[in-house]
């Protein structure tokens, strides 16, 4: 898990210029990330990368945003949940299922990495 400086709207930002635009977190509410679209097997989509950002002093402003991706039909979305007490119960059931692939060598938003 990466701990940045920027916003999440920064990194959002840097990651749908990656290709990541799915809203993952409709998976919490109907296992799909297309309204309405076909189930999605939780055992398909795999964490690219993590970034967990603090918001000073108030911990209800503390969230995670997770970089996701369907190996099956190469799908690459979001998730964001919010971190510690005051994360959502259903979303960490979700969290919990997917497997994390996360390469701690290819960070994304290291010092002097372009869009970062």
Not at 75 to 93: C, E, I, L, Q
């Amino acid at each position: 898990m990466i701990a940045t400086e920027k916003t999440l709207v920064e990194v959002l930002a840097v990651l749908r210029e990656r290709g990541y635009t799915k809203d993952f977190n409709l998976l919490e509410e109907n296992l799909s990330y297309t309204a309405g679209g076909p189930p999605v097997d939780l055992a398909d989509i795999v964490i690219d990368k993590s970034y967990r950002f603090a918001a000073g002093n108030d911990p209800e402003d503390e969230a995670i945003l997770y970089a996701m991706r369907n190996v099956k039909d190469g799908a690459k979305g979001v998730f964001v949940n919010a971190y510690g007490v005051y994360s959502d119960s259903g979303a960490d059931r979700v969290i919990a299922r997917i497997s994390v692939q996360e390469d701690d060598n290819d960070d994304w938003c290291s010092p002097g990495k372009p869009n970062c």
